[in-house]
T-cell receptor
Framework: GAVVSQHPSWVICKSGTSVKIECRSLDFQATTMFWYRQFPKQSLMLMATSNEGSKATYEQGVEKDKFLINHASLTLSTLTVTSAHPEDSSFYIC???????????FGAGSRLTVL | AQSVTQPDIHITVSEGASLELRCNYSYGATPYLFWYVQSPGQGLQLLLKYFSGDTLVQGIKGFEAEFKRSQSSFNLRKPSVHWSDAAEYFCAVAGGDDMRFGAGTRLTVKP
């Protein structure tokens, strides 16, 4: 079945540094990938939709200069949290959709803690 | 745009009791509907999905859900809950290229 790998699972960084999270589709080509953020005990909030080879589409209220998304290939999307601050601490989850499919496959998530 | 409402934030049931988690959606066309489960600190696992056809869908771990167009609902059910079912459950609706999630329902299972 379709597998999405997300790396790293856990990351701790100092305030002001940047952190990159990778999302890879291991056995299929993902034309579209999604990035979600989840605060404790809350639902997933869609941050942005990225299509291979084009700029990501950000949801209202999400700072595109702070959360840089790159979808350079059909199997890899990256989320870079730039100049991270403690309020950016959260659980970030990616999902990928195979071309022509209607089911998303989710990564296991990445927990970011900013000190 | 599509939206999803899960009216119950937290539900507690006794082990062996039946379970129903409510989900209502808003979408202009026939939606694609999903239920996901999230165990603490982990990602999401797909329980079941509805695209078309039979409105009663079976999923993994003994879960089922029924699509009722007249009520715009897609409630999740399980006849007998196990302690390992304690988790957060999310209903989601997809249309076009994105997916929207409900706020989630946290299930606690009492011994």
């Amino acid at each position: 079945g379709a597998v999405v790998s997300q790396h790293p699972s856990w990351v701790i960084c100092k305030s002001g540094t940047s952190v990159k999270i990778e999302c890879r589709s291991l056995d299929f080509q993902a034309t579209t990938m999604f990035w979600y953020r989840q605060f404790p005990k809350q639902s997933l909030m869609l941050m942005a939709t990225s299509n291979e080879g084009s700029k990501a589409t950000y949801e209202q209220g999400v700072e595109k200069d702070k959360f840089l998304i790159n979808h350079a290939s059909l199997t890899l999307s990256t989320l870079t949290v730039t100049s991270a601050h403690p309020e950016d601490s959260s659980f970030y989850i990616c999902s990928a959709k195979r071309s022509g499919a209607n089911v998303l496959t989710f990564g296991a998530g990445s927990r970011l803690t900013v000190l | 745009a599509q939206s999803v409402t899960q009216p119950d934030i937290h539900i507690t049931v006794s082990e062996g009791a039946s379970l129903e988690l409510r989900c209502n959606y808003s979408y202009g066309a026939t939606p694609y509907l999903f239920w996901y489960v999230q165990s603490p600190g982990q990602g999401l696992q797909l329980l079941l999905k509805y695209f078309s056809g039979d409105t009663l869908v079976q999923g993994i771990k003994g879960f089922e859900a029924e699509f009722k167009r007249s009520q715009s609902s897609f409630n999740l059910r399980k006849p007998s809950v196990h302690w390992s079912d304690a988790a957060e459950y999310f209903c989601a609706v997809a249309g076009g290229d994105d997916m929207r999630f409900g706020a989630g329902t946290r299930l606690t299972v009492k011994p």
